[in-house]
């Protein structure tokens, strides 16, 4: 029997291809009516010319937010508090991914600045990447490999929460310093997470 867990569907293995999985998310997601809230996200970078329209997002009852066309997205209030997944996938990318990607996203002499590829990159591509991931042969001086990760509880458990922070960071809505203020952990978000593990909850 299959379970919807963190986004993903949990049959002992996790999923082999991400594309297929982007699509079931959007459908299999169903824990109770979103609360709709539009609010401007947070202010844009004293460089930038453009003010960016406020953007209509969704939270569920695991904290996470989504665009209308059900993406995660950050929520960041003006005073700087920060939704529970930003905030985790700030703790998760710092436990798992910035030996290779750097700190913050801002890359390494191996691996790509994650901060500068969400900028253009989707969310289904991203899973795709993790998920199977990338080899580009000949780049540079080196052959560049991303391995898979769809094995790896520790990045697949909290997929969402990465790409929802690396995003953030795409977007100039946070900066390289540490989260300081934060939503609360809800705690169906921690239960999903146990199940994910297969902990008892």
């Known amino acids: 029997m299959k379970n919807p867990v963190r986004g993903w569907f949990v049959s002992g293995t996790l999923p082999a291809s991400a594309g297929v999985s982007a699509l079931i998310l959007a459908a299999a997601l169903s824990f109770s009516a979103p609360?709709?809230?539009?609010?401007?996200?947070?202010?844009?970078?004293?460089?930038?010319?453009?003010?960016?329209?406020?953007?209509?997002?969704e939270k569920d009852e695991l904290g996470k937010y989504t665009t209308e066309d059900g993406d995660p997205i950050y929520n960041i209030q003006p005073d700087g508090t920060m939704d529970w997944y930003t905030y985790s996938g700030y703790r998760r990318y710092h436990a798992?991914?910035?030996?290779?990607?750097?700190?913050?996203?801002?890359?390494?002499s191996y691996a790509p600045a994650l901060a500068?590829?969400?900028?253009?990159?989707?969310?289904?591509?991203?899973?795709?990447i993790v998920v199977n991931g990338k080899r580009n042969v000949g780049v540079g001086t080196a052959d560049q490999v991303m391995p898979a990760f769809g094995e790896n509880k520790n990045v697949m458990?909290?997929?969402?929460?990465?790409?929802?922070?690396l995003k953030a960071r795409a977007d100039g809505?946070?900066?390289?310093?540490?989260?300081?203020?934060?939503?609360?952990?809800?705690?169906?978000?921690?239960?999903?997470?146990?199940?994910?593990?297969?902990?008892?909850?």
């Open 35 to 57: 609360v709709r809230a539009q609010q401007p996200e947070a202010a844009p970078a004293a460089n930038s010319a453009t003010t960016a329209a406020p953007v209509e997002k």
């Open 96 to 108: 798992e991914c910035h030996v290779c990607h750097g700190p913050d996203g801002m890359g390494s």
């Open 116 to 128: 500068n590829s969400l900028k253009t990159m989707t969310y289904p591509e991203f899973m795709e």
């Open 157 to 165: 458990c909290y997929l969402d929460d990465i790409y929802v922070y």
């Open 173 to 201: 809505a946070l900066g390289r310093e540490r989260p300081s203020k934060r939503e609360d952990k809800t705690k169906a978000y921690t239960a999903n997470e146990n199940q994910c593990f297969g902990r008892p909850s």
